[in-house]
């Protein structure tokens, strides 16, 4: 099977990571009409925005039968954890459409902590050592805490919309943060906590997409959490990216192949587990061994806007290979540039922050590209919408090239409280100069 020659593509999500999408998909010259629901101002401009909840699953059928679409593309977990992959193989009417991402049982990867860490543990795939505690077992929690050396890693189970993540240098207090996530911090999120030795090294992202049977390993990425220069601060949903990644050569990419993506695609064929989408591999690099930080089951945001603008060939032949099982036979061209991504967000973020500031500077000529993250149009004019504003993606011959590029992007670009951090890829070209 493949898709039709002309193709009506709905796309679900508003961020940073959907512009970079549609950026994408609108390239092709087999797209007839593209969908965004419910996008923003930059999708805006590459098709249509359309007023759906990504959650609402009885409204996104009924747009897909009334405008003929022929492909669904996933971009929030939440939608893949809540099973809407389920909900389209399961409904007769629609059960034709392919949807790109994995089912609700695939993605308890990313909606389960707990499922994840047993699900390596099962494949032996590398990862820190865990255990996992609910409110009755909270005294053995403590217990494993007194085991371990600091820092500690503490884990919500559930989704926590990023915040449920907590590294904590002080025993008493990470007893502390223990019990009030374990008394309702993060909600049901929460019920389950998972504690985990951590791991020392670098990080970096891999991103392989998967028809269940083959993968195609996209580039991979490496992203800056933290909202101060110098990882300082409080963590946010990303303040930039950069790929590829210097350390992330061919040994240690050959390790991440052999010890976790061929026997995390293995696994999940081997648990009869339908997974037709992206798989988000977090982890770190200690001394050259590749572990598993985290799985996600979608693509990550900012790091979408470093890895799809590397990719030169028809992503339209991606998502039928991921469809219809057939990823063997696409081939993936990958640019060798550098690309880099920094994030504009709103004064505050990541806590209160104003909205609705107007935006300025967008019509300016640019060598980059400006993703919009959290954007709305109000009276004809972009405003700011969200903690996260633009990701400023560029691609160069190097690193220092690639940023010089976004940073006048930048520099051009105008709201009130914009800032972004200046020293996105500084480390990795420390690296490379090395």
Not at 70 to 89: A, M, R
Request: some cysteine; aromatic content about 8%; overall charge negative.
């Amino acid at each position: 099977m493949k898709l039709t020659d002309s193709v009506n593509v709905l796309l679900l999500g508003s961020g940073g990571r959907e512009h970079a999408f549609a950026w994408k998909i609108s390239q092709s010259p087999r797209v007839a009409r593209l969908f965004i629901a419910p996008g923003n101002a930059g999708t805006a401009a590459l098709g249509t925005n359309v007023d759906l909840s990504p959650s609402n699953f009885g409204s996104i059928k009924q747009f897909v039968i009334n405008n003929s679409i022929n492909l669904v593309v996933v971009g929030p977990e939440e939608s893949l954890v809540k099973g809407i992959y389920d909900f389209f193989h399961e409904d007769s009417d629609i059960h034709h459409v392919p949807v790109i991402g994995p089912s609700a049982l695939g993605a308890k990867l990313e909606g389960s902590k707990d499922f994840a860490k047993a699900f390596m543990a099962r494949h032996g795939i590398p990862t820190a050592a865990y255990r996992s505690f609910t409110k009755e077992t909270l005294d053995k929690g403590y217990a494993f805490l007194e085991s371990l050396k600091a820092p500690y890693v503490l884990k919500a189970d559930g989704l926590a919309a990023g915040k449920g993540v907590l590294i904590v240098d002080d025993l008493d207090e990470a007893k502390r943060e223990l019990r009030e996530m374990l008394g309702g911090k993060f909600g049901a999120a929460g019920n389950t906590v998972v504690i985990e030795e951590c791991l020392k090294g670098i990080e970096c992202s891999v991103f392989v997409a998967t028809d269940g049977e083959h993968f195609a390993v996209l580039p991979e990425a490496k992203d800056y959490k933290r909202i101060g220069e110098g990882d300082t601060g409080l963590n946010t949903g990303g303040m930039g990216a950069v790929s590829p990644v210097p350390f992330a050569d061919e040994a240690f990419m050959q390790r991440v192949r052999d010890e976790i993506i061929v026997p995390t695609v293995a696994g999940l064929r081997a648990e009869k587990i339908d997974y037709k989408g992206f798989i988000f591999i977090g982890l770190m690099n200690d001394g050259g061994k590749p572990y598993v930080i985290e799985y996600n089951v979608r693509m990550g945001d900012p790091e979408t806007e470093v890895v799809l603008p590397r990719i030169e060939s028809d992503i339209m032949g991606l998502f039928e290979g991921m469809a219809f099982g057939t990823l063997d036979k696409h081939t993936l061209k990958i640019s060798p540039r550098t690309a880099t991504t920094v994030v504009c967000v709103s004064g505050g973020y990541p806590g209160d922050y104003a909205k609705g500031m107007a935006i300025s500077g967008l019509d300016q000529p640019s060598e980059s590209t400006v993703f919009h993250a959290g954007t709305a149009l109000k009276g004809g004019k972009v405003t700011t919408a969200g903690g996260r504003v633009l990701a400023v993606t560029s691609l160069g011959d190097t690193i220092a090239d690639a940023l010089a590029r976004s940073y006048a992007t930048i520099d051009r670009i105008d709201y009130e409280g914009k800032y972004c951090r200046r020293d996105i890829g500084q480390d990795l070209e420390r690296l490379v100069k090395a």
